[in-house]
């Protein structure tokens, strides 16, 4: 499983972006990988809010993976996943 967090949300057509951040080196890396609202396991999309999911092969040809499995993401979640620190870090 993985974390991350909602940047981009489109209620209508019901899709969105969530974004991963990786440490590599000194640096970080972000990721963004594509939702559908039907993909969530509990709860509605909410733009910011940190989320645990997974990551599935893209449903058209030649699209990318996407996420699957969503969930909102409890402490529990984020202190399992990246550490006790992760909120403060993930929003600098």
């Known amino acids: 499983m993985m974390i991350g ?3 981009h949300y489109n209620p209508v057509r019901k899709y969105g972006f969530i974004t991963t ?13 594509f939702f559908h609202q039907s993909n969530f396991v509990n709860g509605d999309p909410v733009l910011g809010a940190y989320v645990v999911f997974g990551l599935a092969d893209g449903i058209a040809e030649g699209k990318r993976v996407q996420a699957v499995g969503i969930k909102l993401a409890t402490a529990i979640d ?10 403060t870090k993930a929003g600098a």
């Open 21 to 33: 951040n990786t440490k590599l080196g000194a640096g970080t890396v972000q990721q963004q990988y």
């Open 5 to 7: 967090r909602i940047t």
């Open 78 to 87: 984020i202190e399992v996943t990246t550490g006790a620190n992760a909120l």
